[in-house]
């Protein structure tokens, strides 16, 4: 749907999260590594330290019991000779510590074996030095053997020790040559690493906050929206429900509650809540046509009658969807109008509208009944005058035979206006059924009809090609004839009428004052006659029943004729004018709508 | 289903009262449309017994001399309105060379008879024929008024409707709701 | 022009009316023999008797009581044995409507009933005149539509 917004970032922020934690993870890794070695290099100098103090103390131990048993030579003070007793022990630690330290190195085991048997040799070269320099057994000669052999012993010692030394150096050497290798790599490669992770969640961050600010400005919306809908629900009378068909959950909208005649939320609605609303006589058709929603995704508006709980009667309008969304869960979408106001006033419209048809009726038949009734007695007294005229004239006296002709007269009159208060009755009443007419033929036919009175007066007309309408066919020719007859009529004495049809198309926009805009075509028709017109200020009120600008003796007329022309016009919506220069001839214009 | 069946009435008339004719056994000539002549006389009984059996079937023996004439002339105006190059003729010329009697004699004897006049007669026939043109036929006023002669439509028109009360296009509808009416009943 | 008189009949409730008609009828060239029947019911009871001498121009008024004139011709219209009389409608209204559906339903002629005398003896005469030429010229009936 349209109106939801899209945050498509939440894909790419994902992404970016993941690579940023592997960094990190990385990274860490790298650290706990680095760790991990150092600790092993520390452990490793302390190790290759603890050889050295060991090799140091076994070699100041010796020394020690050199300087010891050199002492005693000298001077033959048993004293001097304890450091020399004590340094056995002391090597012998020394030797046992190193063992275990060099346990993993069996080439410092070899050279600690060497060393050791070296040691051994020392010490017996001590006992013999000792041995010989005791006075009762004093050799000078093999005590210098030994003291020299003791030198060379020493230098032997020393340089085993050194050597050891040198393995350990080295190895150690070696180590931190690696570590240093390894750990020389890291600094810029995992700063940049972790700029580069910086960087990714700095990104994140931005498309977050710009996310949020966007989610503020649409959960504003989405707050005024939701307000505005229930307001307008309010307003519109007017309610929303749905209904989740999967979980079978009914949510009503606010209005639905107040709809039903309740507080929003009085209630939780199921399936059956709704029905028990419903007017007893809709009952059954609202069921059907709930599961007709199911079935056909759609309901037609339906129309019925709910019972509020304070028995109050409401008519509502409803209409339902079946929306799936994008998952498939299927929700059910309903509306709901209250017409109750709209369809009392439309009830009471109609019983006024037929009340209005029934009047109307009533004064249509009453008029034609006038009319028509009228026409009997009138017909006979102009039979009946008729037959007096023609067999008993001859032996009246004047005054009779006069009366008789004012007889005559008066019925005539009485007889055309009953005709025209006929025509006009029906130019209401007749059913008005619009046909596809030529305006031609009717015009041909208006002729026709006037054929006597065109030929009488030795009439001209010169006409031109009208088109075809939806029309009321009689009554068309009607207003024809009328138009005509009029202008034959009015015609001037000594001048044979001549009158002029025209017909053009022309827009609305033209005529903004006289024609409905909303209609844009009109077809103009216009009559112009030669004939003796009459005062422009009477244009408006000719077409008023009985309004007559002559005099009865004048003129024969009963003042209806344009008003069934201005009647049979209204009832095409067109329009019809007037106008006219005294003694030069007039204009009808009539305005049809195409 | 429906069929316009267009039928000369002259033919059929004709065909018919040979059949009669000869199933009472009389010999016969005849002479034109309405006018035959017996090979022999018949007696008076036997003519009353011969009138009495073809009247059923619309027959009916004219005895009156002018009335003879007079339908000789309808025969003729038939003749003349129902021909196809009737526009070469002039109708009083044509019923005096026709029947051999001045036109003037001629129209007396009609007047007198039927107490309408020739011209009245010629009138109503070419409307009855502009009926069937545009009923039959379906042909536009305008093929009917060259047809049957007339100066334009609306001279046409303007006789139809003298003639009948009704316009040409007030006779059609008429007609056509007639047959429909008849359809439904 | 016609041997025997023919045979009309006018079906109207207007006792002045009958009077004028029979008046007119006496004063036409034409042989005639003119009948009345005062309403659309004693019309009806006259023309469906089995041995009735069917007439040979029905004159029917419209506006008559207890069955109007078109509803007797719409029954004439369904009886075999009347549908074939040439029906004229005598009637007062000159409403298009009634003149249209009585056509439709097969009357042959309408009047408007004049409001003078003499006009009434033309159209009589008229009327006669055509129907003769109807029955005797050999015209489809069935296009027999005058109105006066």
Redesign the interface.
């Known amino acids: 749907m349209k109106w939801i917004p899209k945050f498509n970032s939440s894909n790419s922020l994902r992404v970016i999260f993941v690579i940023a934690i592997f960094i990190l993870l990385f990274l860490s890794s790298i650290a706990y590594k680095h760790n991990r070695d150092l600790n092993e290099s520390s452990k490793l100098l302390m190790h290759n330290y603890e050889i050295n103090i060991q090799l140091e103390r076994l070699m100041s131990a010796i020394k020690d019991a050199e300087t010891g048993q050199r002492g005693y030579i000298i001077t033959r003070n048993s004293r001097f000779l304890s450091p020399y007793l004590f340094s056995r022990d002391k090597v012998n630690t020394s030797f046992i510590a190193l063992r275990k330290l060099t346990a993993d190195n069996p080439k410092q085991q070899q050279n600690l074996q060497r060393l050791f048997k070296l040691i051994i040799l020392r010490f017996a070269s001590f006992e013999n030095c000792l041995k010989y320099s005791e006075p009762a057994t004093y050799d000078k000669r093999k005590l210098d053997n030994h003291m020299f052999g003791g030198r060379i012993l020493m230098e032997n010692i020393r340089f085993q020790v050194d050597e050891m030394n040198d393995i350990e150096k080295k190895y150690l050497q070696k180590r931190l040559k690696i570590y240093d290798q390894e750990t020389s790599l890291g600094p810029v490669f995992s700063i940049s690493l972790f700029l580069a992770a910086m960087t990714f969640i700095l990104l994140a961050y931005r498309q977050i906050s710009k996310d949020i600010v966007r989610l503020k400005i649409y959960n504003r919306r989405l707050l005024i929206s939701s307000g505005l809908m229930a307001e307008s629900e309010k307003i519109g009378k007017f309610s929303t429900w749905q209904w989740d068909l999967e979980t079978d959950k009914i949510i009503y909208s606010d209005n639905q509650f107040r709809l039903l005649g309740y507080e929003p939320g009085a209630f939780v609605p199921t399936k059956e809540t709704f029905l028990e609303f419903v007017h007893a006589d809709d009952k059954a058709m609202i069921e059907k046509s709930m599961e007709g929603i199911v079935n056909h995704k759609s309901l037609p508006f339906v129309y019925y009658k709910i019972v509020r709980p304070d028995h109050q009667i409401r008519y509502l309008k409803s209409t339902g969807k079946l929306l799936v969304d994008r998952n498939g869960s299927k929700i059910l979408l309903g509306i709901n109008f209250d017409i109750t106001d709209e369809h009392l006033l439309n009830i009471e419209l109609q019983e006024r509208n037929s009340e209005l048809e029934k009047s109307n009726k009533e004064l249509a038949s009453f008029n034609h009944v006038a009319s028509h009734d009228l026409q009997e007695p009138l017909r006979k007294i102009q039979t009946f005058i008729s037959r007096v005229s023609d067999a008993d004239k001859a032996v009246m006296s004047e005054s009779g035979k006069n009366y008789i002709s004012k007889i005559e007269i008066s019925a005539k009159r009485m007889r055309v206006l009953i005709d025209d208060l006929l025509l006009f009755s029906r130019t209401n009443t007749t059913k008005k059924e619009f046909i596809k007419s030529s305006l031609t033929e009717l015009f041909e036919n208006a002729q026709l009809e006037l054929n006597e009175a065109i030929e009488e007066k030795k009439a001209v007309i010169i006409t031109t090609k009208l088109p075809k309408l939806h029309v009321i066919p009689y009554q068309i020719e009607q207003l024809f004839i009328n138009l005509i007859g009029n202008s034959l009529k009015y015609s001037q004495n000594d001048i044979a009428p001549k009158i002029v049809i025209e017909c053009d198309k022309i827009h609305s926009t033209l005529y903004p004052e006289l024609l409905d805009q909303s209609v844009k075509k009109f077809y103009k028709i216009t009559f112009s006659d030669n004939g003796m017109g009459f005062d422009p200020q009477f244009k408006e009120t000719i077409f008023i029943l009985f309004q007559r600008l002559h005099s009865k003796t004048e003129y024969p007329g009963t003042g209806i004729g344009l008003a069934i022309c201005k009647k049979i016009v209204d009832n095409h919506k067109g329009y019809i004018i007037a106008d006219s220069t005294p003694n030069k001839g007039s204009v009808f214009t009539i305005f049809l709508p195409e | 289903m429906k069929l316009f069946i267009k039928f000369d009435?002259?033919t059929i008339c004709s065909l018919y009262l040979k059949q009669k004719l000869e199933e009472e056994n009389v010999n016969f000539t005849t002479l034109g449309f309405g006018e035959i002549e017996l090979d022999e006389n018949l007696s008076i009984e036997a003519l009353e017994t011969l009138k009495k059996n073809l009247s059923p079937y619309g027959f009916e023996v004219v005895e009156n001399q002018k009335?003879v004439l007079v339908q000789k002339i309808?025969d003729a105006i038939?003749e003349l309105v129902y021909m196809e190059d009737s526009n070469n003729y002039k109708s009083s010329v044509f019923l005096a060379e026709k029947l051999n009697h001045s036109y003037g004699y001629l129209s007396n004897i009609f007047s007198e008879?039927?107490?309408?006049s020739i011209e009245?007669?010629i009138i109503?026939?070419k409307i009855?024929r502009a009926?069937?043109l545009m009923?039959v036929n379906e042909m536009s006023l305008t093929e009917i008024a060259f047809l049957l002669n007339y100066s334009s439509v609306?001279h046409l028109?303007?006789q139809f409707?003298?003639t009948?009360?009704?316009?040409p296009?007030?006779?059609q509808?008429?007609?056509r709701?007639?047959r429909e009416?008849l359809k439904q009943? | 022009m016609q041997k025997n008189a023919l045979h009309i009949l006018l079906a109207d409730d207007d006792e002045d009316d009958r009077l004028f008609f029979k008046d007119a009828f006496e004063e036409v060239k034409v042989q005639t023999k003119v009948e009345f029947a005062f309403d659309g019911m004693q019309l009806m009871e006259y023309l469906t008797q089995p041995d009735a001498k069917l007439p040979d121009i029905l004159f029917l008024d419209l506006n008559m009581p207890k069955k109007t004139g078109k509803e007797c011709l719409a029954e004439i219209k369904q009886n075999e044995r009347l549908k074939n009389i040439i029906i004229a409608i005598y009637s007062t209204s000159s409403s298009e409507q009634d003149i249209e559906d009585t056509f439709v339903q097969g009357a042959n002629i309408y009047i408007k009933k004049p409001s003078d005398f003499n006009d009434l003896k033309k159209i009589i005469n008229e009327v006669l005149t055509v129907n003769w030429h109807y029955q005797t010229s050999g015209l489809n009936r069935d296009n027999f539509l005058l109105r006066l």
């Open positions: 009435i002259n009335s309808k038939i008879v039927t107490y309408s009245n007669f109503l026939q009855e009926k069937q009923l609306a028109s303007t409707k003298n009948t009360g009704i316009t296009s007030a006779f509808r008429i007609i709701k007639r009416h009943n």
